[in-house]
């Protein structure tokens, strides 16, 4: 295991975390996003990655629409897929395809805040921290196992904006770090909750 698709819809910010990273880099075969006019795709073609939009307008529905995501990852050799910003929720045969080897980046502490508007609802609520989770992907919505998180305080005079650009740096540091993680064989899913194992430990 260890050649990566990275799947993004929006500024690609996370996805640049990973493009930085020189052990990851070298390790992502191909950046997809779900429409053309998007930010990651220059960030990947100005790293030198290949990069391709599959266009969910293209799709009758979402099982074809993960058909054609899932041929074109196998088309780059990909076995792990990194959602970094993806916006489309990926069904149960994709899901299956790549078992503990889909990672999502979610800008909350889940379960609280799942789904599109983390942010909002936590200034909603008034929380005092909200944080940002890498976890691996299952079947249901910003809900499988936690790899890594961190707690990011919401300040008083806090909007969206400025809140989800801290909870971001915070997110750059974490997506890579558990990206490393699972590429030296150091994440052990055990039901709801991921062992990381010691360095010492790790199979490879
Ligand atoms: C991040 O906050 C991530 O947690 C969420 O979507 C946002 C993507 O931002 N899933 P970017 O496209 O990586 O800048």
């Given at each position: 295991m260890g050649r990566i698709a990275v799947l993004a819809s929006g500024s690609g910010t996370n996805l640049q975390a990973l493009l930085d990273d020189p052990f990851i880099r070298?390790?992502?075969?191909?950046v997809l996003t779900d429409r053309v006019e998007i930010e990651a795709l220059d960030r990947a073609v100005k790293a030198g990655v290949p990069a391709e939009a599959v266009d969910r307008r293209n799709y009758a529905s979402r099982t074809s629409f993960d058909a054609a995501l899932m041929e074109r990852i196998r088309a780059y050799g990909a076995d792990i897929v990194l959602c970094a910003g993806f916006m489309r929720i990926l069904g149960p045969e994709f899901v299956h395809a790549f078992p503990n080897a889909i990672l999502n980046v979610h800008p909350s502490l889940l379960p609280a805040f799942p789904g599109a508007h983390a942010v909002r609802e936590a200034l909603a609520w008034k929380t005092?921290?909200?944080?940002?989770?890498?976890?691996?992907?299952?079947?249901?919505?910003?809900?499988?196992?936690?790899?890594?998180?961190?707690?990011?305080?919401?300040?008083?005079?806090?909007?969206?904006?400025?809140?989800?650009?801290r909870?971001?740096?915070?997110?750059?540091?974490l997506f890579p770090m558990a990206v490393r993680l699972l590429l030296a064989g150091r994440l052990v899913v055990e039901g709801r909750t991921v062992r990381i194992l010691e360095e010492a430990e790790a199979p490879n």
């Open positions: 070298p390790r992502i075969g191909v005092a921290v909200t944080g940002c989770t890498v976890h691996f992907v299952d079947e249901e919505v910003d809900h499988g196992p936690a790899i890594l998180q961190e707690a990011v305080p919401v300040l008083p005079d806090d909007d969206e904006e400025s809140l989800h650009q909870i971001k740096q915070v997110e750059h540091r």
